[in-house]
């Protein structure tokens, strides 16, 4: 009865800061109930449509799509847009709805770690607000693929935390199996726990109990599981592969996406990458021994939080991990301030100040949203046009520079609300020479007279005919195998035979120096599509027999001849093909090709 007691009184003294912080969430991001699907959204919602509650349970088990290929296993984020999929279909508001109400539940568990870390309901609510308005969640609250597997997963490791640092305290086994139990939830949403045994490592470090030896066994029988779990999580259960990359090149990309993510914080740190981590550095030594032991472990789990995402994959709603552990150090930090210098209300200034540094940062959480808002228009803009020109039913549909907010789901937003599945070609134009670079390999046995619908950004949809746009345009395919090749002895040789009427440099290519392997025809073969990943673009190929693959990608991305192509992992010698671009020798069978440009002349 006493238990049931302290919790009513709890729930009524945390009350009024949950209201606040929920209303906060929904003034800031009522827009969003106007905003259209974009990116992979439609992908998603496309997999969904097909694969309906048998996929679900075929993706739980054996963590695939069956013929989709898909290399993360995420039930759980699979499991919530299952359902608002089964309730909302391709509404689009329902959507936003929830990425509402799952950043209020975030920024409400924020609100209420920090009253339990501070003892202060005015700085539990400053925490909740100013995580609830920081204008660098928009991306992962606006954006529906993110926030469906971002937001579950932070709200998981939230509570993983405040138990750890519960269970280093005070030992309960309750706070331990909570741990494990949290933990193993977010990693059905997304794989932000990979570095939590470091925040777990913390706690106990950090704990007032730190010294006694009998807890490190219990200790122990907490963090092994957790290690065990993460472990089976990345061999059993995610099919992506930890970057095969020199020890120098591992260490620069995390220097570089640790450094760009400090920046985003803090706009003042200087350009230089190791200048700006020694900064950091510098700065949280002196905080690390004025702070309290429970804010030396906020401090210590933000930089945790940091892996693996911020540190090998920096992008804007990866933040969001991060900030969780951020706002509760500096909420703490705060505190222990103020009863450091005896501060009779230094608990009150210090919850005022951080409450209206929120309302200062949600100024910027309109501009903010309406970036995205742009992007759903411009999707919106782009569907309306090949519905109102009826393209979504043709056999063959070829697209001219489909805008970033598309470039992962036209094909599926064409499906997902037009019903028909036309052929889809997606073109790009390198101007020097005057090329026409297109994905699929069969682009020019499409008539002349096949519409292309041009998307330039910023620009109303259009079509024009396929021999209006190509005109003088030499076509290339992006990925292709010849057999075949003409020896050119410099540059203007090279020019000469790219005017020569009749030469065909998809078959016949135009290469400056002689292979080393000896070129067949290539017969029927199979070229996977483009697949980014961290500093590489990877793909498959298969072929029966020994041919030259042709590389014609944009002529921003530098492929030089020190190794930044591989086969199977291994360096191979790299040729200039067709004046701007490269070929390799493909050995028969299938082998994983993958492309280390160098962008900018970095």
């Given at each position: 009865?006493?238990?049931?007691?302290?919790?009513?009184?709890r729930a009524r003294h945390a009350s009024p800061v949950v209201?606040?912080?929920?209303?906060?969430?929904?003034?800031?991001?009522?827009?969003?109930?106007?905003?259209?699907?974009?990116?992979?959204?439609?992908?998603?919602?496309?997999?969904?449509?097909?694969?309906?509650?048998?996929?679900?349970?075929?993706?739980?088990?054996?963590?695939?799509?069956?013929?989709?290929?898909?290399?993360?296993?995420?039930?759980?984020?699979?499991?919530?847009?299952?359902?608002?999929?089964?309730?909302?279909?391709?509404?689009?508001?329902?959507?936003?709805?929830?990425?509402?109400?799952?950043?209020?539940?975030?920024?409400?568990?924020?609100?209420?770690?920090?009253?339990?870390?501070?003892?202060?309901?005015?700085?539990?609510?400053?925490?909740?607000?100013?995580?609830?308005l920081m204008p660098s969640h928009c991306e992962a609250v606006?954006?529906?693929?993110?926030?469906?597997?971002?937001?579950?997963?932070?709200?998981?490791?939230?509570?993983?935390?405040?138990?750890?640092?519960?269970?280093?305290?005070?030992?309960?086994?309750?706070?331990?199996?909570?741990?494990?139990?949290?933990?193993?939830?977010?990693?059905?949403?997304?794989?932000?726990?990979?570095?939590?045994?470091?925040?777990?490592?913390?706690?106990?470090?950090?704990?007032?109990?730190?010294?006694?030896?009998?807890?490190?066994?219990?200790?122990?029988?907490?963090?092994?599981?957790?290690?065990?779990?993460?472990?089976?999580?990345?061999?059993?259960?995610?099919?992506?592969?930890?970057?095969?990359?020199?020890?120098?090149?591992?260490?620069?990309?995390?220097?570089?996406?640790?450094?760009?993510?400090?920046?985003?914080?803090?706009?003042?740190?200087?350009?230089?990458?190791?200048?700006?981590?020694?900064?950091?550095?510098?700065?949280?030594?002196?905080?690390?021994?004025?702070?309290?032991?429970?804010?030396?472990?906020?401090?210590?789990?933000?930089?945790?939080?940091?892996?693996?995402?911020?540190?090998?994959?920096?992008?804007?709603?990866?933040?969001?991990?991060?900030?969780?552990?951020?706002?509760?150090?500096?909420?703490?930090?705060?505190?222990?301030?103020?009863?450091?210098?005896?501060?009779?209300?230094?608990?009150?200034?210090?919850?005022?100040?951080?409450?209206?540094?929120?309302?200062?940062?949600?100024?910027?959480?309109?501009?903010?949203?309406?970036?995205?808002?742009?992007?759903?228009?411009?999707?919106?803009?782009?569907?309306?046009?090949?519905?109102?020109?009826?393209?979504?039913?043709?056999?063959?549909?070829?697209?001219?520079?489909?805008?970033?907010?598309?470039?992962?789901?036209?094909?599926?937003?064409?499906?997902?609300?037009?019903?028909?599945?036309?052929?889809?070609?997606?073109?790009?134009?390198?101007?020097?020479?005057?090329?026409?670079?297109?994905?699929?390999?069969?682009?020019?046995?499409?008539?002349?007279?096949?519409?292309?619908?041009?998307?330039?950004?910023?620009d109303a949809p259009r079509l024009v005919d396929k021999a209006?746009?190509?005109?003088?345009?030499?076509?290339?395919?992006?990925?292709?195998?010849?057999?075949?090749?003409?020896?050119?002895?410099?540059?203007?040789?090279?020019?000469?035979?790219?005017?020569?009427?009749?030469?065909?440099?998809?078959?016949?290519?135009?290469?400056?120096?002689?292979?080393?392997?000896?070129?067949?025809?290539?017969?029927?073969?199979?070229?996977?599509?483009?697949?980014?990943?961290?500093?590489?673009?990877?793909?498959?190929?298969?072929?029966?027999?020994?041919?030259?693959?042709?590389?014609?990608?944009?002529?921003?991305?530098?492929?030089?001849?020190?190794?930044?192509?591989?086969?199977?992992?291994?360096?191979?010698?790299?040729?200039?093909?067709?004046?701007?671009?490269?070929?390799?020798?493909?050995?028969?069978?299938?082998?994983?090709?993958?492309?280390?440009?160098?962008?900018?002349?970095?």
């Amino acid at each position: 009865m006493a238990g049931g007691q302290t919790w009513t009184r709890r729930a009524r003294h945390a009350s009024p800061v949950v209201l606040v912080v929920v209303a906060a969430v929904c003034a800031a991001y009522a827009s969003l109930l106007g905003h259209w699907f974009y990116s992979d959204d439609f992908v998603h919602l496309q997999n969904n449509r097909d694969l309906g509650w048998q996929g679900f349970l075929r993706f739980l088990v054996f963590a695939d799509y069956g013929d989709r290929t898909w290399v993360y296993w995420r039930p759980g984020w699979m499991l919530l847009f299952q359902s608002v999929f089964a309730v909302a279909g391709t509404t689009p508001w329902p959507y936003y709805l929830v990425c509402m109400l799952l950043h209020a539940v975030a920024a409400v568990t924020v609100a209420l770690i920090g009253m339990r870390a501070t003892d202060s309901r005015l700085l539990g609510l400053a925490a909740g607000l100013l995580f609830a308005l920081m204008p660098s969640h928009c991306e992962a609250v606006a954006w529906i693929s993110a926030t469906y597997n971002v937001i579950p997963a932070a709200i998981c490791l939230a509570g993983a935390g405040f138990a750890s640092w519960r269970f280093a305290e005070h030992g309960g086994w309750r706070a331990g199996v909570l741990v494990v139990l949290l933990v193993a939830i977010s990693l059905s949403f997304k794989e932000a726990a990979y570095g939590f045994p470091l925040a777990f490592a913390a706690a106990c470090l950090c704990a007032r109990s730190g010294a006694q030896p009998r807890r490190w066994g219990r200790r122990l029988l907490v963090f092994v599981p957790l290690v065990l779990l993460i472990g089976w999580h990345y061999l059993a259960r995610s099919k992506r592969s930890a970057p095969a990359v020199d020890a120098y090149g591992l260490w620069s990309a995390l220097a570089h996406h640790a450094a760009g993510f400090l920046r985003g914080m803090v706009p003042l740190l200087p350009a230089n990458d190791l200048v700006a981590l020694g900064i950091v550095a510098a700065l949280a030594v002196p905080l690390l021994l004025l702070a309290s032991p429970m804010a030396r472990f906020f401090l210590l789990w933000t930089a945790a939080a940091c892996v693996p995402y911020v540190a090998l994959s920096y992008g804007e709603r990866f933040a969001y991990f991060v900030h969780v552990p951020a706002v509760l150090f500096v909420t703490r930090f705060s505190a222990d301030l103020a009863q450091r210098w005896r501060w009779r209300h230094g608990a009150a200034v210090a919850g005022v100040l951080w409450s209206g540094v929120a309302v200062v940062a949600a100024l910027q959480v309109p501009s903010s949203l309406d970036v995205h808002r742009r992007k759903g228009e411009e999707c919106r803009r782009v569907w309306e046009f090949v519905d109102e020109h009826g393209l979504a039913t043709r056999p063959e549909l070829i697209v001219d520079a489909v805008p970033m907010s598309l470039e992962n789901g036209f094909e599926a937003m064409v499906e997902l609300f037009g019903g028909g599945r036309p052929r889809v070609v997606h073109l790009q134009v390198v101007p020097r020479p005057p090329f026409l670079l297109y994905l699929n390999r069969d682009f020019t046995t499409m008539p002349a007279a096949t519409p292309v619908l041009q998307l330039a950004t910023g620009d109303a949809p259009r079509l024009v005919d396929k021999a209006t746009l190509v005109g003088d345009l030499l076509p290339l395919p992006i990925l292709s195998l010849v057999g075949d090749y003409e020896l050119v002895a410099d540059e203007a040789a090279a020019q000469a035979a790219l005017r020569t009427p009749g030469h065909d440099l998809r078959t016949r290519p135009l290469l400056f120096e002689r292979p080393a392997c000896e070129l067949e025809p290539p017969g029927d073969y199979w070229i996977e599509s483009p697949v980014p990943e961290r500093n590489e673009t990877a793909f498959d190929v298969d072929c029966a027999r020994r041919t030259l693959l042709l590389i014609a990608f944009p002529v921003a991305v530098d492929l030089d001849r020190r190794g930044r192509i591989l086969v199977d992992g291994e360096p191979v010698r790299v040729l200039r093909a067709n004046v701007l671009f490269h070929a390799i020798c493909m050995p028969p069978g299938r082998h994983r090709v993958s492309l280390r440009p160098v962008f900018g002349g970095d």
